[in-house]
């Protein structure tokens, strides 16, 4: 039946509709006699139409799935998701639709019903799609975006249907390419959301109190927005207004980290704590499953919380996909006013608000949402900027009094309608989503006088093989003012972006493995004229060799490095450019070697600064394989100095769900290995750089400690001073050396 056989008139009707006449009486009784006076309106009453009849119940938008009907029915199948019309309150309409097309296989067995299985081909979107309702549906149309690959020009024709007091659907889609061939899909409605992900939290035992998961009222804090609408927050309720319905796993395991001589996480366990304790972690990836991980501190106690799961950057098995998992911690001061149930004062509200902001902007570093000043949005009001970096362009006020609680709307583009691979977990690599990211700061260009000098350096060669390291400096340029600057540098943190141009030409960003969240490092950097005060600089080793594409110095040739710096608000300072050199292989056996060297597992354990998880066992044999047979090379030093960094500390793995050490901080040997690029660097001094020289000693000095050798600890610094001083390093520097060896 038409929707004009059920509806003569199919556009709306206003109301309010008038009174029908009334039918007779039912049974014998005589109908009553007609008032004695006239009605208001004499002339007879028309029935209004059946307005009812297409009163729909629910939304058009969200997501519905169904398979092809047309060429050939039932080979392919269609995840379509529309957002073309209120869902429900606080969550916005974005004007998009999009999908998903996936290949459909059926096995058939004598017997037995067959065996079904779908294979996922590509994904596309169209961008603002015309829509024209009528009582009892809507039709969409639009020119189709397919997200990769080379296609015909394509149009769609969505047909969404209703009746009496039903919820939309199913939809029927019509592809038509140039030339005019046509498939068609007929989808049923599956939900008011667009996709969904499944969280899998564990805690550990130290922080097992409640409140364990964040629940916050929006009008418990009294900085907000005044006209923001009151309502109780949590994860499951964040996401769905992203159209994104989250739920969490009701078993939750409690992990025992009473182990002795333990008190904070490193990088390194919380990769080797995933890897053995998600449940989800086997099996085929990308699938919409996360892991959060409630922990007590990170061995960076500025560190709130921290995306910190790794890119397969070679693919295969036993190599973990990308952007799985994420851990906050709960000793974090700020949470050190959380408290269950309703919070007494503004302090306690404050801690439970950052503390669905710390879980909400983790999980969207795992949908591959990047921070909003990475994509030129400091003021963006969302979840993925700090609220200490919000640039406040018209005098608003602060990030909290602005924030709605929400992505902005092109992160919602990505979650929403986002190239599957780019946001489902273990999809592509971390940062290589989020809609309409661009390179732009690979190109960007220093015009006048800026206030900030980013400066890049390092040796000029690096052997093949050898980890590089790049040091990244901040300079006060100006004469007479101090600058407060956040000094942390390493991209982990998001206020730095590195780009790499590769000898063959390409230029890629830099991914860094791990996304921290935590509170700045600001440090007052003296105007030049005044640098007798304090320092006028700052400068931080960054290891540039392995990312979350994998690694980036793996061919012999010149490099051009470019680093973009991001301060407070819209501070945008380029780098100078950079070249690096990697020598050649010199021999067969070293080509044999760079085999095993450049995988997952050795680059790893190289960006972890050496781990005993047995998962990267055969990247940490490769390293000493290395160390052993190239003990006289830059390349055999550089990698002797990250073993003893793994020693220097004991290494500790859950195991039936409680957190043991499985081995012990090993300082002999640790010191043995840095005694060796010790002695390189007596026969090469090019070997480690000032920054690096430094390390080293700094790193001997604290395992003779270790082993109370007081003496040769204060020797050891003193001979870094002697050597520092012969090179040129700032007083200030020498300075506070020298005092650290007098408080030993």
Not at 115 to 142: K, L
Not at 640 to 659: S, Y
Not at 669 to 691: C, G, H, M, S, V
Request: hydrophobic letters at 35%; charged letters at 25%; aromatic letters at 12%.
């Amino acid at each position: 039946m038409s929707d004009t056989e059920l509806t003569p008139n199919p556009e709306p009707i206003p109301g309010p509709f008038p009174r029908p006449i009334p039918e007779p009486f039912p049974g014998p009784f005589p109908r009553p006699e007609p008032f004695p006076w006239p009605l208001p309106d004499p002339e007879p009453i028309p029935r209004p139409p059946d307005w009812w009849r297409c009163l729909r119940l629910g939304p058009v938008s969200g997501r519905y799935e169904g398979e092809m009907t047309v060429p050939t029915a039932g080979r392919y199948a269609l995840d379509l998701r529309m957002d073309i019309d209120p869902r429900y309150v606080n969550s916005p309409v974005i004007d998009r639709i999009s999908g998903d097309f996936y290949q459909v296989y059926r096995f058939a067995l004598p017997g037995r019903p067959p065996i079904m299985w779908r294979v996922y081909r590509e994904s596309w979107i169209v961008d603002r799609p015309q829509a024209n309702w009528s009582r009892c549906h809507v039709d969409i149309t639009g020119t189709v975006r397919f997200w990769k690959g080379v296609h015909p020009t394509t149009n769609i024709r969505v047909r969404i249907r209703w009746g009496a007091s039903t919820p939309a659907g199913p939809a029927e889609v019509t592809f038509t390419e140039a030339g005019g061939d046509t498939s068609s899909y007929s989808c049923a409605r599956k939900s008011d959301c667009v996709r969904d992900m499944t969280l899998e939290v564990d805690v550990c035992q130290s922080v097992n109190s409640e409140p364990v998961l964040p629940s916050y009222d929006t009008h418990w804090h009294n900085t907000r927005p005044a006209d923001l609408p009151q309502r109780v927050l949590t994860i499951e309720e964040s996401f769905r207004e992203a159209g994104i319905s989250a739920s969490i796993r009701p078993d939750r395991t409690i992990i025992d980290d009473s182990a002795p001589e333990f008190s904070s996480w490193s990088v390194a366990e919380l990769h080797d704590a995933m890897e053995t304790h998600f449940s989800q972690y086997p099996g085929t990836w990308p699938k919409w499953q996360m892991w959060g991980l409630l922990a007590g501190r990170f061995e960076s106690a500025g560190v709130a919380g921290i995306m910190f799961d790794a890119a397969a950057a070679y693919g295969g098995a036993g190599e973990p996909p990308d952007r799985q998992g994420f851990a906050v911690f709960r000793n974090h001061v700020w949470f050190n006013n959380l408290v269950e149930g309703v919070p007494a004062n503004q302090n306690q509200a404050g801690a439970m608000r950052d503390y669905l902001y710390t879980w909400v902007h983790e999980a969207g570093h795992a949908f591959n949402l990047l921070h909003s000043w990475n994509k030129n949005r400091p003021d963006s009001l969302s979840w993925m900027n700090y609220p200490w970096r919000y640039d406040n362009r018209n005098g608003a006020g602060s990030f909290w009094s602005n924030f709605r609680f929400r992505f902005d709307n092109e992160e919602l583009i990505h979650l929403r309608h986002g190239d599957r691979a780019s946001v489902i977990m273990g999809g592509d690599p971390w940062a290589s989503g989020g809609h309409l990211e661009d390179s732009s700061g690979a190109f960007a260009q220093l015009v006048g006088d800026a206030p900030i000098e980013f400066l890049l350096r390092s040796k000029e060669f690096f052997e093949f093989m050898e980890p590089v390291v790049v040091e990244f400096r901040l300079r006060n340029c100006l004469s007479d003012l101090p600058l407060d600057l956040d000094t942390r540098l390493n991209p982990e943190y998001g206020g730095v972006i590195v780009y790499i141009q590769r000898p063959d030409g390409r230029i890629a960003e830099h991914a860094p493995v791990f996304c921290k969240l935590g509170t700045p490092d600001i440090q007052t950097l003296q105007p030049r004229s005044e640098a007798t005060q304090g320092p006028d600089r700052y400068s931080e080793h960054v290891f540039l060799s392995y990312g979350g594409s994998g690694f980036n110095f793996d061919e012999p040739g010149e490099y051009l490095v470019r680093a973009v710096y991001q301060g407070v608000g819209d501070v945008l300072i380029p780098s100078n450019i950079h070249r690096v050199r990697v020598g050649r292989p010199f021999s067969r056996d070293e080509e044999r070697i760079a085999q095993d060297f450049f995988s997952y597992e050795t680059g790893m354990s190289l960006y972890l600064g050496g781990s005993s998880s047995a998962f990267l066992k055969k990247g940490m044999d490769t390293l000493e394989a290395v160390a052993d047979r190239y003990q006289q090379t830059a390349a055999g030093a550089q990698i002797c100095l990250v073993l003893a960094h793994n020693l220097e500390r004991p290494f500790f793995h859950i195991e039936k769900g409680k957190l043991a050490k499985t081995r012990s901080s090993s300082p002999t040997d640790a010191l043995a290995l840095t005694a060796r690029a010790a002695e390189q660097q007596k026969r090469d001094e090019t070997t480690f750089t000032n920054i690096g020289y430094h390390e080293l000693c700094r790193t001997r000095a604290n395992l003779m400690l270790a082993m109370g050798e007081k003496a040769d600890a204060k020797k050891e610094l003193r001979t870094l001073v002697q050597n520092l001083k012969k090179r040129g390093v700032n007083q200030s520097v020498l300075d506070q050396i020298e005092a650290d060896a007098e408080n030993l």
